[in-house]
């Protein structure tokens, strides 16, 4: 299990949107869709265009230059999953949405957990 970090309140994302925040100098987008909370590194490793910007439909964003497509659940690429981006485990106890950093992906990485 790696460090968790608080990284703002539920209220501070709205359904349907992201933020980036900057955690040991990587840009970290995070997601809410449908209630429940996704983080993947902010940067498209195809030209370096900021994924928080791109559209989030049926779980997947779609980078807004060159249209490459990541899965938030595990930050693969969906048109070929061996490619991936960084992935990271977002916790949500109470109103405090959390980070996990720093030990790998989690088994349910992605997920809000509702319960810490």
């Known amino acids: 299990m790696g460090q968790r970090v608080m990284i703002g309140k539920v209220s501070d994302i709205p359904d349907g949107g992201s933020v980036v925040v900057t955690i040991n100098q990587k840009d970290i987008a995070v997601f809410r ?27 997947v ?19 070929n999953p061996k490619v991936k981006t960084g992935c990271y485990a977002v916790h949500v106890v109470g109103d405090d949405v959390q980070l996990e ?16």
Not at 61 to 79: K, M
Not at 104 to 116: I, L, R
């Open 33 to 59: 869709v449908n209630g429940q909370f996704f983080a993947i590194d902010d940067l498209c490793p195809h030209m370096g265009a900021s994924l928080s910007g791109g559209f989030v439909e049926e779980g």
């Open 61 to 79: 964003v779609t980078c807004p230059w060159h249209y490459w497509r990541f899965r938030l659940s595990d930050g693969a690429w969906a048109d």
């Open 101 to 116: 950093v720093g030990a790998g992906p989690a088994p349910d990485k992605g997920k809000s957990t509702g319960n810490g």
